[in-house]
Nanobody, 118 residues
């Protein structure tokens, strides 16, 4: 069982930066692939960035070059650094843990709101 708690959301002006953090409880954090998803009003939840257990990363095209995902296995945390934020980045951001073992459901955090507005 894994519990995920996000923090760091808020209101920021266009061009600004935010850092989201996700703290994971439970064992074996290091084996999970960790991701950040977002969901804007009226839209489907979409993958923003993912980091595997071996720290390989991938990003949505819309955030490449602006966002950076990282993990600290010693602290059971995964972070998303967001730079050059745009109004289109406004959404609820969710932390996700994906197990490498078949039949294990993904774990999700409760979400944190990011609003980019002047």
């Amino acid at each position: 069982q894994v519990q995920l708690v996000e923090s760091g959301g808020g209101l920021v002006q266009p061009g600004g930066s935010l850092r989201l953090s996700c703290a994971a409880s439970g064992s074996s954090f290091r084996i999970y692939s960790m991701g950040w998803y977002r969901q804007a009003p009226g839209k489907q939840r979409e993958l923003v960035a993912r980091i595997t257990s071996s720290s390989s990363t991938n990003y949505a095209d819309s955030v490449k070059g602006r966002f950076t995902i990282s993990r600290d296995n010693a602290k059971n945390t995964v972070c998303l650094r967001m730079n050059s934020l745009e109004p289109e980045d406004t959404a609820v951001y969710y932390c996700n843990a994906h197990s490498p073992y078949p039949g294990i459901n993904d774990y999700w955090g409760q979400g944190t709101q990011v609003t980019v507005s002047s």
